[in-house]
């Protein structure tokens, strides 16, 4: 039996300020802007896809995680200007995971780790499926599994 999820990106409305600060203001924030200058390399996590060459992007802190419980969570992200904010279908695996080692976090509903997996890309779905048989299993955090880096949330769909 498969489960069935659905993937929740970072919305730009709540970063789009970033593009607006000055280098000095972003340097204040722990943010740097950039040009992405390779693709894949810059992984967006509202539009959750790989910035094109030439593209502007903030790098930033981002809490992912915010919980009470001891997996409290920030670390850096990539956001496009002007991406839009991806709302993937229920099942559906945004394209730019496929290529990525990427480390699963498992949560259950009080926000405790409870399990994890390192996986290539392109066997993500079937892990999930695989987890979310595990009726504790309530939503995944999936990272770049080199850098560490949070790429977005995976959802159990009832």
């Not at 993937?7 to 972003?26: C, D, G, P």
């Not at 695996?93 to 409870?114: C, E, G, K, Q, W």
């Amino acid at each position: 039996m498969q489960n069935s999820f659905q993937f929740s990106a970072v919305k730009y409305q709540t970063i789009e300020h970033l593009f607006n600060l000055s280098e000095e203001a972003l340097n204040q924030i722990g943010a740097v802007r950039a040009i992405a200058d390779s693709n894949p390399g810059y992984p967006c996590r509202v539009s959750l896809s790989d910035a094109k060459i030439g593209e502007e992007v903030i790098l930033f802190p981002y809490t992912h995680h915010k919980v009470t419980s001891p997996y409290q969570a920030t670390g850096p992200i990539f956001v496009r200007k002007n991406a839009q904010t991806a709302l993937p279908n229920v099942n559906e695996i945004p394209t730019f995971l496929n290529h990525r080692l990427l480390s699963l976090r498992v949560y259950d509903a009080t926000a405790m780790m409870i399990d994890a997996h390192t996986v290539e890309g392109v066997v993500l779905k079937e892990t999930i499926d695989e987890i979310f048989k595990n009726q504790l299993a309530v939503y995944i955090h999936i990272h770049n599994a080199g850098p560490g880096c949070y790429n977005c949330q995976v959802d159990r769909v009832d």
